[in-house]
Nanobody, 120 residues
Framework: QVQLVESGGGLVQAGGSLRLSCAAS????????MVWYRQAPGKQREWVAT???????DYADSVKGRFTISRDNAQKMVSLQMNSLRPEDTAVYYC??????????????WGQGTQVTVSS
């Protein structure tokens, strides 16, 4: 059974940094695109950043230049380095990945989310 588990959230002051990680586990053959989303209270889920299996990255304009997405294919992990955090970055952050399992079935999996709170 494939699972994604996020870690690294917490409370930080504006201007500070946090690093989120997301680890995939289970009978995995390959991981394609890995993506971070976030959802603030009362708002729709928002795309944050994407990294492809080849390492190509893309960012939402709201985080460009402040956040960096990276992946470790050997460890089956994706990370999100968040610098210069702002109160408006406060949200639950979710990782998602397109994963092919041992049955050679490809599906999209989501983690449970990790809370990031930025105080002003």
């Amino acid at each position: 059974q494939v699972q994604l588990v996020e870690s690294g959230g917490g409370l930080v002051q504006a201007g500070g940094s946090l690093r989120l990680s997301c680890a995939a586990s289970g009978s995995i053959i390959s991981i394609d695109r890995m993506v971070w989303y976030r959802q603030a209270p009362g708002k729709q889920r928002e795309w944050v950043a994407t990294i492809t299996s080849g390492g190509n990255t893309d960012y939402a304009d709201s985080v460009k230049g402040r956040f960096t997405i990276s992946r470790d294919n050997a460890q089956k992990m994706v990370s999100l380095q968040m610098n210069s955090l702002r109160p408006e970055d406060t949200a639950v952050y979710y990782c998602t990945a397109d994963i092919t399992d041992y049955r050679r079935l490809k599906d999209n999996y989501w983690g449970q989310g990790t809370q990031v709170t930025v105080s002003s």
